[in-house]
């Protein structure tokens, strides 16, 4: 096994080495044609450790994790992980706000960690430093915790490390509805003996809608050091500094379907008489986010067998500014347009983390382990004053009125009227709501992945979380509501079976998610506490990896079984009991292939099925909203010349489909859900020693099309042409 990992180790370091020609040179015998990121070689064993936090290949893995590497990302041209995660099988955008959710599995989440550890901020972080994506499916509570994770799965985004060389990179890019884009990538090392070693990357980005109102503008800098002390120890720190400034998308909620038990109105936005070019917006509407994201690493081989590897993060995010919903009204035919302001909207983590791991026989058997310990603080506060006629964004609990009203079609005589100068004079006077909550995790976990013999692979894993939820404090009324305590356990366990060794596996596993649940206030004036809710999961399938990539492949059939969900009492709806059920089970085949030199292909297809089988009687029976559409799939082929003239010219093609979406599901209401849609887009590139010429186009058929979750919908984005230089210097 040492000379399997010094051989993976070597060849590894020779293909790094044989790239790196300051960032350009063009690859043999890979899929695309041209490598950014070194190290990141083998996308699917690379996520495999850090869905396990333990050296662990893909085929000893018993979890799926689907992956975007740095090739692909490099490739086409991305500027937000939106785009990325479209090449991921089986996810699927939904509420599109400033920190969007996906769907992955029925289940809503969120771009929410950064190399294994939390990194959530209220924004999605700009995709310059990621080296690839990876969505680990499934509830990951044993090693992931439950703080950010969902119980479809998470999603977990792989950084650029500083490398052993020198090279300096710098990108120009512009487009259609004035997009402009430069990113830059610079390492350098510190010594003459590679002791310390840095890193940079940076981007500028900024883009005005499709629509008649719309502007993004993002400021991004990474920078990261490395330092080896001795053969023993090694310090990583990095950091990630973001200023975004927007306005946000635009989120529409639709009438109910159903009136008095009649089909009244529309069930899908092709039955709305909206506009796809008006926003209801104005350009000085703006949600200001600043982001300060700090992380440390300490490694440190304490013997042959055993690392002590401490993680350290902090991130803190201020966002400040008017956020606007819109809910139709009259038929459809109106809209009433919604503003919170936040002045600001806060959110800091901090997170300790001690992991040991070892590699240890007993006898015959071979173990790697992991010990582990974390510490979570999260703390959320909010200055908020609503334009929104909800109590929870009023201050002292009053209701404060909508902004205004506007018409659907056609002229309306106050469609202009919304403005900063306008929502600040409304402000006035009005007493915002001043709230902050904050909760601490403790969690011990352990995992020992046992070969018993050389293709048969065990997993045994288990955690236990402590969360001490303080509560939530209302400034405005001097009172603390909410705070409670609550204990979880999760396990995990999972078997792999080499059928064919290096190359065909066979795995199942029963893995466990939880979500803590808060005290309810009863109509009685009693306090139900609740324990947390459960996700189980039992999955099974297989993997298959050529040894010449000639395939690379997963087919994985889940089903996610979820219990005490808290729910009205069917027999007293005043109260609330902890019964509820649902599922959601599905398969999903992920197939990449790289047949020819020169030649890389891509798709994927899944399906899923959700069901609320112990609810409300207004929803039992029916599929869950923020389940995302039943049927999904993704393709993209790629073609680099290798030889001959036209050597480093490539062309690549794909799209995605993405089937209905419920955003309205119950019997009194109806069912309200999006149109199936087909997305396409194209990508051409010529690459040289000292520069990358691309031309990509994203939606090229220019296709309207609506998406979305918590209730709203958003039309998507049409047709994008982006045009790139990047120069090697």
Same mark, same amino acid.
């Given at each position: 096994m040492k000379k399997v990992l010094f051989s993976i180790l070597f060849i590894g370091n020779y293909i790094a080495s044989q790239a790196q020609d300051k960032?350009?040179?063009?690859?043999?015998?890979?899929?695309?044609?041209?490598?950014?990121?070194?190290?990141?070689?083998?996308?699917?064993?690379?996520?495999?450790?850090?869905?396990?936090?333990?050296?662990?290949?893909?085929?000893?893995?018993?979890?799926?994790?689907?992956?975007?590497?740095?090739?692909?990302?490099?490739?086409?041209?991305?500027?937000?992980?939106?785009?990325?995660?479209?090449?991921?099988?089986?996810?699927?955008?939904?509420?599109?706000g400033v920190s969007p959710y996906y769907t992955v599995r029925g289940f809503r989440t969120r771009s929410n960690f950064r190399n294994g550890i939390l990194g959530y901020v209220a924004s999605d972080i700009d995709p310059v430093n990621i080296a690839q994506l990876d969505v680990v499916k499934g509830p990951s509570g044993t090693l992931f915790g439950s703080s950010m994770t969902v119980f479809g799965g998470v999603i977990n985004r792989v950084t650029v490390k500083p490398q052993d060389d020198t090279f300096t990179s710098i990108t120009l890019a512009g487009g259609n509805n004035n997009f402009q884009r430069a990113t830059f990538d610079v390492n350098a090392k510190l010594d003459a003996q590679s002791k310390s070693l840095m890193r940079v990357t940076g981007a500028y980005t900024n883009k005005e809608s499709f629509q008649d109102q719309g502007v993004y503008q993002n400021l991004f800098l990474a920078p990261s050091f490395t330092y080896k002390a001795s053969d023993k120890l090694r310090i990583d720190a990095e950091a990630e500094i973001l200023r975004r400034v927007s306005t946000n998308n635009l989120l529409l909620t639709p009438m109910n379907p159903l009136k008095n038990g009649v089909l009244t109105y529309a069930e899908s936005p092709s039955g709305l008489n909206l506009d796809y070019y008006k926003s209801y917006t104005d350009n000085s509407v703006l949600y200001k986010t600043t982001a300060i994201n700090l992380y440390g690493k300490i490694s440190?081989?304490?013997?042959?067998?055993?690392?002590?590897?401490?993680?350290?993060?902090?991130?803190?995010?201020?966002?400040?500014?008017?956020?606007?919903?819109?809910?139709?009204?009259?038929?459809?035919?109106?809209?009433?347009?919604?503003?919170?302001?936040?002045?600001?909207?806060?959110?800091?983590?901090?997170?300790?983390?001690?992991?040991?791991?070892?590699?240890?026989?007993?006898?015959?058997?071979?173990?790697?382990?992991?010990?582990?310990?974390?510490?979570?603080?999260?703390?959320?506060?909010?200055?908020?004053?609503?334009?929104?006629?909800?109590?929870?964004?009023?201050?002292?609990?009053?209701?404060?009125?909508?902004?205004?009203?506007?018409?659907?079609?056609?002229?309306?005589?106050?469609?202009?009227?919304?403005?900063?100068s306008e929502i600040n004079s409304r402000l006035l006077g009005r007493v915002p709501a001043i709230t902050k909550t904050t909760f601490t995790t403790y969690s011990i976990y352990a995992s020992d992945v046992i070969n018993p013999t050389k293709n048969l692979t065990l997993m045994l894993s288990a955690r236990v979380d402590f969360l001490q939820n303080s509560g939530t404090y209302n400034k405005t009324t001097d009172v603390w509501t909410g705070a409670y305590d609550q204990t979880a356990f999760s396990p995990k366990v999972g078997l792999t079976y080499q059928l064919l060794p290096e190359q065909?596996?066979?795995?199942?596993?029963?893995?466990?998610?939880?979500?803590?649940?808060?005290?309810?206030?009863?109509?009685?004036?009693?306090?139900?506490?609740?324990?947390?809710?459960?996700?189980?999961?039992?999955?099974?399938?297989?993997?298959?990896?050529?040894?010449?990539?000639?395939?690379?492949?997963?087919?994985?059939?889940?089903?996610?079984?979820?219990?005490?969900?808290?729910?009205?009492?069917?027999?007293?709806?005043?109260?609330?009991?902890?019964?509820?059920?649902?599922?959601?089970?599905?398969?999903?085949?992920?197939?990449?292939?790289?047949?020819?030199?020169?030649?890389?292909?891509?798709?994927?297809?899944?399906?899923?099925?959700?069901?609320?089988?112990?609810?409300?009687?207004?929803?039992?029976?029916?599929?869950?909203?923020?389940?995302?559409?039943?049927?999904?799939?993704?393709?993209?082929?790629?073609?680099?010349?290798?030889?001959?003239? %036209?050597? &480093?010219?490539? @062309?690549?093609?794909?799209?995605? +489909? /993405? *089937?209905?979406?419920?955003? !309205?599901?119950?019997?009194?209401?109806?069912?309200?859900?999006?149109?199936?849609?087909?997305?396409?887009?194209?990508?051409?590139?010529?690459?040289?020693?000292?520069?990358?010429?691309? %031309?990509? &186009?994203?939606? @090229?058929?220019?296709?309207?099309? +609506? /998406? *979305?979750?918590?209730?709203? !919908?958003t039309p998507g984005n049409l047709r994008q042409v982006i045009l790139s230089l990047k120069l090697n210097l």
């Open positions: 960032d350009s040179t063009i690859l043999k015998n890979t899929d695309l044609h041209e490598v950014i990121i070194r190290g990141v070689n083998n996308s699917a064993d690379v996520s495999s450790e850090y869905t396990s936090r333990i050296p662990l290949k893909n085929l000893e893995n018993p979890q799926v994790t689907h992956s975007v590497n740095s090739k692909l990302i490099l490739n086409r041209n991305y500027f937000v992980q939106y785009n990325m995660l479209s090449n991921a099988t089986g996810v699927s955008p939904s509420w599109a440190y081989m304490l013997s042959n067998q055993w690392k002590s590897e401490t993680n350290l993060m902090t991130s803190n995010s201020e966002s400040y500014g008017n956020y606007q919903t819109m809910v139709m009204t009259n038929n459809n035919a109106s809209i009433v347009r919604r503003i919170v302001n936040y002045a600001p909207e806060t959110i800091i983590n901090q997170q300790v983390q001690q992991n040991f791991i070892g590699d240890l026989k007993t006898g015959s058997v071979r173990h790697r382990v992991l010990l582990g310990a974390d510490y979570y603080r999260y703390v959320y506060g909010t200055t908020a004053n609503g334009l929104d006629g909800s109590k929870a964004n009023a201050a002292n609990g009053v209701a404060r009125p909508t902004f205004d009203t506007v018409a659907v079609a056609g002229k309306s005589v106050n469609a202009g009227l919304l403005n900063e065909l596996a066979f795995f199942a596993s029963y893995m466990n998610g939880f979500q803590n649940v808060a005290p309810v206030s009863q109509v009685d004036g009693t306090v139900a506490n609740f324990k947390p809710q459960y996700g189980n999961q039992f999955e099974t399938g297989l993997k298959y990896a050529h040894e010449k990539h000639l395939l690379d492949a997963s087919l994985s059939l889940y089903d996610i079984r979820i219990s005490n969900t808290v729910r009205a009492n069917p027999e007293n709806v005043s109260m609330f009991i902890q019964n509820g059920k649902q599922y959601s089970r599905g398969v999903e085949i992920d197939l990449q292939s790289r047949p020819v030199e020169g030649l890389y292909l891509h798709g994927g297809v899944a399906y899923n099925d959700s069901k609320l089988t112990s609810s409300d009687a207004n929803t039992e029976g029916l599929r869950p909203v923020n389940s995302g559409p039943a049927w999904m799939s993704n393709w993209y082929a790629n073609y680099t010349f290798m030889k001959g003239d %036209l050597k &480093g010219l490539a @062309i690549g093609f794909g799209g995605n +489909y /993405y *089937g209905k979406d419920n955003i !309205i599901n119950t019997k009194s209401a109806g069912t309200f859900a999006t149109d199936a849609y087909t997305l396409f887009n194209a990508v051409v590139s010529y690459s040289q020693k000292a520069y990358t010429l691309s %031309l990509s &186009g994203d939606n @090229i058929f220019d296709t309207k099309y +609506y /998406y *979305g979750g918590r209730g709203f !919908i």
